[in-house]
């Protein structure tokens, strides 16, 4: 399996010829989810859920379909009857070759006067890679790549590394990193590399690695 990091919550995984897309938001790029086969969106929020991006990649490969939940099948179902798919904790399905199963119900608190949204995370070939969207969800299943929301409004840097310790996976890549500076990620290397207990790694936009 490839994995290819786009920017912040973006990513692609690419397998047997087929292309799996997941969270191509406002902050990836314009063309992050054009070639997949497939797309899975996490919630609604608009750094995850970009109804041009989306658009452009039914439009370009009309063999495409898209999972979420129901807050994002509301909004775009409609302009693709039939090819959106309502999804929520628990489901299992296939896309694009892929295994998917659904774990999670809520993103993480922002701040008790803000109501939560739904959010839900995808857990790709039986482990091989999980990512939460914005929460900090706990999959009842071992992974192998973890994709670790590195910064965000609602996290800091002890719910990061506690996050990694109790999902223990055998690597964590980076990811909702795109309000990160460059000045500052050393001190997320360095500290979630010491005390995570899991191999930490980072990819620029753009680059791949081999799971």
Known sequence: MKLTKKSHACVRLEKDGQTLVLDPGGFSEEDAALGADALLVTHEHPDHFDEFRL???MENNPAARIWT????????SSAFPGRVHTVGHGDTFS???????VHGEL???IHPDIPRITNVGYLIDDGRVFHPGDAL????HAVETLMLPV???WSKISEVIDY????GPQRAYDIHDALLTDLARPIYDRQIGALGGSEHLRLAAGESAQL
């Open 55 to 57: 658009r452009a990649a």
């Open 69 to 76: 939940l129901k807050a994002v099948a509301d909004r775009i």
């Open 95 to 101: 896309a694009a070759g892929f295994d998917v199963q």
């Open 107 to 109: 993103h993480a608190v």
């Open 137 to 140: 969800t706990v999959p009842d």
């Open 151 to 153: 910064m965000a409004p």
């Open 164 to 167: 990694v310790r109790e999902v």
